[in-house]
């Protein structure tokens, strides 16, 4: 199919292209590490959870959080109760919602999105 419109220039490409592994390095401390990306009210944070680590509950103050399970599999903790959760699965966390997870033998890789973006996090990009 012939195209209408005009390539984008390689400089308009960068401006608005972003790839998983180009992002801001973070590291999470005893649940892993997270190559983030950010959009203006948008945070996608790829996680690494390494094999039986555990993330302690937490919550984020105005801030919601959608988590996808892109591999392997942890227990979550949301509100005190146990969420088994493996490839596949998506949890959503509302604002102040607590949650933490113990991570399995084989670890975990997850894509958490945060509207808006983390606060703590944005601190440790900006360090």
Known sequence: ???KEPYAT???IDAKVMHIGYGHA???GSHGDAN?????????SFVNMP???YADPHRHKDTEQVMIVLKGDAEFII???IYPVREGDVLVFGPDVEHGA????NGARVLDVFTPPRSDLL????A
Do not use: F, H
């Open 1 to 3: 199919m012939e195209r």
């Open 10 to 12: 390689q400089a308009e």
């Open 26 to 28: 973070v590291d999470l």
């Open 36 to 44: 983030i990306l950010l959009g203006e009210r948008i945070m996608l």
């Open 51 to 53: 094999a039986n680590s």
């Open 79 to 81: 509100d005190g109760k």
């Open 102 to 105: 113990y991570v399995g033998p």
């Open 123 to 126: 601190e440790k990009i900006r």
